[in-house]
């Protein structure tokens, strides 16, 4: 009887489980580049700047799209840092950033195009203290 | 029998029996602990879901912010406030009772792993693994973590009539059981004499058993009938015996003593924080319970210095002097000296200049034990302040992983906000300094109960021992924070 007791529950959790959202995948852009560098180089913890440059497939600019940002530490449990800059000269933005801590960071650009297409890409960084 | 343990018994606890009071007494019930350990499974199979299907992006995925930031940071705060209440609500015992049905009844764990040298060796294990694995940094691994903590609970439970896995191996247990000696709350009897005359002793011999024990004679206070048989209640899994417990140390709380003592005798009593440390009776005088308490105290101190920037040069000055290429050599190396060796080395030098100084012919081994209690409160304070950090650098981010998790588009703007550096800073100081003074505290009373005039000398060694693991810890925590994978993994 308690065998099938804790069966039971377990079913109910896993179909709760079943319950979990789909998150939205962007749209796959073809053939465009993205490139990220940061600002300054090799980054610190302090006031940055990432700059990502965005060129078609025959290497021309792309300006006039949205960028998103959002950096993560990998360690679980620390706060997000959130920024964005849209509009772009010559396929280059630049996003004013902080990097709050020192340690290994990912940053995931999320850029929407002016015909509303969009783009997730992901760059991984390593920042060092301040007074390094 | 009861012999001359309890008779001689301290006063440990007050006579407030906290299971006598409303909602709290529910738990006594027949399906108490389930209340807590349905709510606590269910997590556990969210995170082990979410592990392995979720974001592979540790701040974004429940497997990995929960155990790591917001487990750790509640653990530490209910051990000091109330007691181990997460081994009562522990998930991974849930199948205890079908694992009972399924044992091979008569098989105890071997006599040789009776005591803690597994549980520091697993906590040894679990430390190496957390940083060589960067666990911290990986949903998909601690979701296995998980999955390998109900398979090992289970298996020992089957394998074993008493429960071995939380006694002897389990890391997470061991820590709580060290520090809930410091907690307001104990196990305890309300009537010596109602144990002396009870024939079955359920408290520690349950009545599961299918051959009903024979009472001798009628228990006085007796409130209920022992139904001995498969729907019976389980004894003390870890092998307490209620009318003789002095410590927290072993036990889960699991509360199957009150459920089993058929006169309603087993309570929890409400008690002086850290009351059995002050009791030179409440602990063994064994080398591995005395490791125990020093090294995890040391422990937390190496787990703490793993995250910032000095590591990474002992990390270099080890590859290049020694030649090491492996992680796991190089974080084990780490861990074993600073965690274990060192402090276990300092420790009995400790005990030999308090003998030296003091000219005492109390052994080594006793001296040692003697003032091991003394480093509890320190070491909670280091573990306070590491995961205290963590938990107040960002608390509220498990509300956007949660709505994520749910298919909703996590409102990270709301709720990254940490707390005042200045706060955090401050709540790790009080920590620090609150733990040292405790520890000083209990080894003057310890020098003061060993060797009267010779006091000072005798607690001069265990002082300098504590006053120096306190101000590395504060040298430590002076530092700032890095989040980063070791050398080796690039």
């Known amino acids: 009887m308690y065998f099938f007791r804790l069966m039971a529950a377990g079913l109910l959790l896993l179909a709760a489980a079943g319950c979990r959202g789909q998150a939205v995948t962007p749209t796959p852009v073809e053939n465009l580049s993205i490139e990220m560098a940061v600002d300054p180089d090799p980054a610190r913890v302090g006031e940055a700047a990432l700059i990502v440059t965005l060129t078609d497939a025959s290497g021309r600019p792309v300006d006039g799209a949205k960028i998103g940002a959002r950096g993560d530490m990998s360690h679980a449990g620390m706060a997000p840092v959130l920024a964005e800059a849209e509009g772009g000269q010559d396929g280059r933005y630049r996003i004013p950033f902080e990097w709050t801590m020192s340690g290994d960071w990912f940053v995931e650009l999320t850029i929407t195009l002016p015909d509303g297409s969009t783009v997730t890409q992901r760059f991984d960084v390593s920042v060092s203290g301040a007074g390094s | ?490």
């Open chain 2, 1 to 490: 029998m009861i012999t001359a343990p309890h008779e001689r018994r301290a006063v440990t606890h007050t006579r407030l029996d906290a299971l006598r009071l409303p909602l709290i007494g529910l738990l006594r019930r027949r399906w108490g602990r389930l209340a807590l350990q349905i709510p606590l499974l269910a997590a556990a199979v969210l995170l082990v879901i979410d592990g392995f299907t979720g974001p592979q992006l540790a701040a974004r995925n429940l497997a990995t912010v929960i155990p790591w930031v917001h487990f750790r940071g509640f653990a530490v705060l209910v051990l000091l406030l109330a007691g181990n209440l997460f081994c009562m609500g522990c998930p991974f015992t849930l199948p205890r009772t079908l694992a009972k049905r399924l044992s091979v009844r008569g098989r105890r764990f071997p006599r040789r792993l009776r005591n803690k040298w597994v549980a520091i060796a697993s906590l040894f294990l679990l430390f190496v693994t957390y940083e060589a694995l960067d666990l911290w940094a990986s949903p998909a691994l601690t979701a296995w973590l998980i999955v390998a903590y109900f398979v090992a609970s289970f298996v020992l439970e089957v394998v074993f009539t008493e429960s071995a896995f939380c006694k002897y191996v389990c890391p997470l247990g061991t820590f709580n059981f060290v520090y809930s000696t410091l907690s307001p709350t104990q196990i305890g009897i309300h009537d010596p004499d109602v144990c002396r005359a009870c024939a079955g002793k359920e408290c520690i011999n349950g009545s599961y058993s299918p051959t009903p024990l024979v009472r001798l004679e009628d228990i006085p206070g007796g409130q209920r009938e022992v139904r001995h048989g498969p729907q019976g209640t389980p004894g003390c899994g870890t092998l307490l015996f209620a009318p003789q417990i002095e410590s927290n140390l072993d036990c889960t709380m699991c509360l199957d003593c009150a459920r089993a003592c058929p006169h309603g005798n087993v309570g929890l009593f409400i008690r002086q924080p850290g009351r059995e440390l002050l009791n030179p009776e409440a602990w063994p005088k064994r080398w591995d319970v005395s490791l125990l308490a020093i090294s995890l105290a040391a422990l937390g101190l190496v787990n703490a210095f793993g995250m910032v920037p000095p590591v990474y040069e002992l990390q270099r000055t080890l590859i290049k002097t020694l030649g090491i290429q492996s992680e796991w050599l190089l974080i084990g190396l780490i861990f074993g000296v600073g965690g274990l060796l060192l402090p276990f080395a300092l420790a009995v030098l400790a005990g030999a200049l308090s003998r030296a100084l003091t000219r005492t012919k109390l052994s080594l081994r006793h001296t040692v034990a003697a003032f091991a209690p003394a480093f509890v409160p320190l070491g909670f304070g280091i573990w306070f302040a590491h995961y205290g950090f963590h938990f107040l650098i960002a608390p509220l981010t498990i509300i956007p992983v949660i709505q994520e998790f749910l298919g909703q588009p996590g409102d990270w703007a709301a709720f990254s906000s940490a707390a005042d550096a200045v706060l955090i800073g401050l709540v790790q100081g009080a920590g620090l300094v609150l733990g040292f003074l405790w520890s000083l505290a209990l080894a003057n009373r310890t020098a003061m109960r060993l060797y009267r005039r010779d006091a000072v000398p005798g607690l001069l060694p265990w002082a300098l021992l504590l006053l120096a693991l306190a101000f590395a810890a504060g040298y430590v925590f002076s530092l700032p924070m890095e989040m980063r994978g070791s050398l080796l993994m690039g």
